[in-house]
């Protein structure tokens, strides 16, 4: 019986240099994801966090109290999470998951000291 993929419960398969891949092809949006046989679970929990993350970012952008700052967030989320998606180092990617983490605090914190600068009536009379 083969197991199945973390992310979208597709079947996992030998690929070539023993190396697990997901035979759905619906991970991240059709990219098939290769995992190093040695490694699978350290990859398998970065890989939970990375959509973790980037899923709370996702969030932290909709509670931004202008469509600016909200496309802003989303925009810079995305470009990130797309330039880095095809690294491999596990030291490389756990530094950008910390990054993208202070990030995520920093979005929160503008999130709400915007939001009570927004709904000041004297914001508005300037």
Not at 12 to 19: L, N
Not at 38 to 49: C, D, E, G, I, P
Not at 52 to 57: G, I, P
Request: proline letters at 3%; hydrophobic letters at 35%; aromatic letters at 8%.
């Amino acid at each position: 019986r083969f197991p199945h993929c973390y992310d979208c419960s597709g079947l996992i398969g030998r690929g070539i240099e023993e190396s697990i891949i997901c035979l759905s092809g619906l991970c991240f949006k059709n990219t098939i994801l290769v995992f190093h046989h040695r490694n699978m679970s350290a990859v398998l929990m970065t890989h939970k966090r990375a959509i973790s993350m980037y899923r709370q970012l996702l969030r932290a952008a909709k509670k931004m109290p202008t469509p600016n700052r909200q496309n802003f967030i989303v925009r810079k989320t995305r470009t990130e999470f797309r330039k880095h998606k095809s690294l491999t180092d596990l030291e490389e990617i756990d530094f950008l998951l910390r990054l993208a983490d202070a990030n995520l605090e920093t979005a929160l914190i503008q999130a709400e000291h915007l939001t009570t600068i927004h709904k000041d009536p004297r914001y508005h009379d300037i």
